[in-house]
């Protein structure tokens, strides 16, 4: 077998959250990595910091599949709302969701965000665990338009963008802004050097 070339550089992108998966997907696929994706639900500890809660997560993950793993954490973080719901991103979407956003937005002039995500990634071999951060700054939309993406992205309106929100794009037009997608190229560049190290990238 060979231990040197493409084909040895191996990963698990653990998440629950598919749309956040074909983003990725899209990206590693550029950089010919080789991952697969397992929905496995990891402990998720509270810190305001998104870095830290992929941190434990990551470690969690390993400790369940002992193979090189990634996880992502990501949010939204409202600047008229102190940061609000950023680390809480996932809980508020579920609960209050879009329209409590939008309601705790109503009268809101101020209407900036941005949208921030943390990979973490962990092996044995490239201890300690690798954190790489993406951002994109943006504004809250008055109302929610698009029915593409996931979460938060009907109300996003990146800044670099053209007036569409990310809930109108493509994933490939996401990508071309997005946080994930910065944390994400940030990562691939990096876990491409490693090509051809030894195990456990077999
Ligand atoms: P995993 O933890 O299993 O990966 P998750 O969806 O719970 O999946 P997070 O803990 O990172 O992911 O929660 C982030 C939440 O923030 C997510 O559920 C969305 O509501 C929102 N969010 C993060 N990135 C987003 C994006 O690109 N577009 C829209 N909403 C996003």
């Given at each position: ?19 956040k998966a074909e983003e990725f997907q899209k990206i590693f696929e550029r950089y ?138 493509d994933v490939e037009e996401k990508n071309a802004?997005s946080?994930r997608a910065?944390?994400a190229m940030?990562?691939a ?14």
């Amino acid at each position: 077998m060979s231990r040197s070339g493409e084909g040895d550089l191996r990963f698990v992108i653990v998440t629950t959250n598919m749309g956040k998966a074909e983003e990725f997907q899209k990206i590693f696929e550029r950089y010919g990595l080789k991952f697969r994706v397992e929905q496995l639900a990891t402990i998720e500890i509270q810190s305001m910091d998104l870095r830290e809660i992929a941190k434990h997560r990551v470690l969690h993950a390993y400790n369940v599949l002992r193979e090189p793993v990634m996880v992502e954490d990501a949010g939204l973080f409202v600047e008229a709302l102190g940061g609000f719901p950023g680390p809480f991103s996932s809980y508020v979407f579920r609960t209050i969701g879009i329209k409590g956003i939008l309601k705790l937005m109503e009268g809101v002039r101020d209407r900036r965000a941005q949208f921030r995500s943390a990979i973490a990634f962990y092996s044995p071999l490239t201890e300690p665990v690798k954190i790489f951060t993406g951002e994109v700054s943006g504004w809250v939309a008055e109302e929610p338009r698009g029915t593409k993406g996931f979460g938060f992205d009907p109300i996003f309106i990146p800044a670099e963008g053209d007036g569409r929100t990310f809930g109108e794009m493509d994933v490939e037009e996401k990508n071309a802004f997005s946080h994930r997608a910065r944390a994400a190229m940030r990562f691939a560049e990096w876990i491409s050097k490693l090509r051809g190290v030894a195990p456990p990238y077999r």
